[in-house]
């Protein structure tokens, strides 16, 4: 009886591991299909839906990037309100009139009052204090209206937003299967109506070309457990994200290849700059075979490699001072 019941526990907990082990590698490609990275400091705002992910990304789970570091910024009052400058009145000159008056008086040994010289002096500095706080105002003011119509052409520019994507894409780029030629194959009228689409970048068909050359290059070195090769392709944030993954898949023994890397659809969800530091998000839909085998004796756990799978995510990268594009962010579709 107690052999019986032994057996029985060892094969719940058998199963209870597999099970795990299967649900921990089920969706095992880079991210785990989860959402990590930062995206600056728009790490915590949605991207705007694009026709490959129309429906909203994921928010990020994951990020070294504080959640309320762009909410509350030292020196700046809650709530977008900003401190008024504080602004002096008639009285106000008057008081610091009569006030460096009477230090004067006491200067030179008259006593407080001592340097209004009577009543007639009083009025007098009474007179000359006006005069100079009229002429102060007058002055202001005159500076003001001079600053109000640059003011307004200077907004009326920066409202009008980023202008149409530019053209992207050659007569010689085929039809299907790179990320720029996808979008340069639209016609102009198309990408210029495209709904709420910000490219601060102006990013083109080199960069589009990075961006699918990055995707095929991430997933052959995860699948390889090529470390090094994460780490230039990615940010530091991210890539210890992924040789985090990398690390538990070692410690169950078990082995994840992404391959077969197809790119089906994919356009750009927005593009800006912070400083120096650019960003672009794109929204890509691929086809994939995904399997995780046993390492030690390749024994299939999870996935067909047989078996062509989909996914849609998005994925921001970033480059500093006009330099090489590096993985920033992965968010599912």
Do not use: C
């Amino acid at each position: 009886m107690m052999n019986l019941s032994s057996r029985r526990g060892r094969a719940v907990i058998a199963l209870a591991a597999a099970l795990t082990l299967a649900g921990s590698v089920a969706e095992a490609r880079v991210g785990r299909g989860g959402s990590f990275g930062s995206r600056g400091g728009r790490t915590f705002d949605a991207p705007p839906a694009t026709r490959t992910a129309p429906t909203p990304a994921s928010p990020i789970e994951r990020s070294q990037i504080p959640q309320n570091q762009f909410q509350n910024r030292p020196g700046v009052p809650p709530g977008g309100t900003f401190a008024q400058p504080r602004r002096f009145g008639f009285g106000t000159w008057l008081f610091a009139g009569l006030l460096g008056a009477g230090l004067l008086g006491m200067l030179f040994g008259n006593g407080f009052f001592g340097g209004l010289a009577g009543l007639a002096s009083f009025f007098g500095l009474l007179i000359q204090v006006g005069l100079l706080a009229l002429l102060a105002v007058w002055v202001v003011r005159w500076f003001r209206r001079r600053e109000q119509p640059a003011a307004a052409q200077a907004y009326g520019r920066a409202s009008t937003g980023p202008g149409p994507m530019p053209p992207m894409g050659g007569a010689g780029r085929p039809a299907g299967g790179a990320l720029g030629a996808m979008l340069g194959s639209r016609p102009a009228a198309t990408r210029a109506a495209r709904p709420g689409v910000r490219d601060e970048v102006a990013i083109g068909e080199a960069d589009y070309t990075a961006f699918e050359r990055t995707l095929h290059e991430v997933q052959a070195a995860y699948s390889r457990g090529d470390v090094a090769a994460l780490w230039s392709l990615a940010t530091p944030e991210m890539a210890g994200y992924i040789q985090e993954e990398l690390n538990e898949n070692a410690a169950q023994g078990v082995v994840n290849t992404v391959a077969n890397v197809r790119l089906l659809q994919g356009d750009l969800a927005e593009a800006w700059r912070e400083g120096e530091t650019e960003y672009a998000t794109v929204a890509m839909r691929f086809a994939h075979t995904d399997v995780t085998t046993e390492k030690a004796t390749g024994r299939v756990v999870s996935g067909d490699p047989t078996k062509v799978v989909e996914a849609t995510e998005l994925w921001t990268f970033r480059r500093d001072r006009g330099g090489a594009w590096t993985l920033s962010a992965i968010q599912q579709g």
